[in-house]
């Protein structure tokens, strides 16, 4: 059933012709952060002139927060390496993020409550709540 909300989210964005918003819902939803990026930026300024602009720049850390949570669900643990996170980001174009920046994001994260977990910085491990790791966005809103 979610393909079947997925193409019909696709026809009424077309419907109203607002195309620009299928790559920002796919990168969102797939925790794609260099989607999201690329398309904010190719339709940057049809985004500034919706006055929308910004409220796309806060979605960045909602997809960051999918991509982490799918590489939680795939390790199987609650214990995973920094450096997991970090491949990741590198392997979605974002060859820049280190370790420490990796580490960075990923304790803002916590403190701003989108994971619930610590960093142990003795292992480069991020542990994770074995309740909620990874709080309902509705929360947040």
Known sequence: S???NAEYGVAILKQYN???FEGVVEAVKCGNIKLLNDT???NAA???RAGIY???EKLKVITLRNLFK????IT???QIDVARFQVALNWLGLEDVDSDETECILANMINDGYIKGYISEQHKKIVVSKVTAFPKLSSFL
């Open 18 to 20: 607002l195309q620009e």
């Open 54 to 56: 910004l409220i796309l």
């Open 46 to 48: 049809f985004f500034i």
């Open 76 to 78: 199987g643990t609650f």
């Open 40 to 42: 904010i930026e190719k």
């Open 70 to 73: 799918k590489i939680y669900l």
């Open 2 to 4: 979610s393909g079947i």
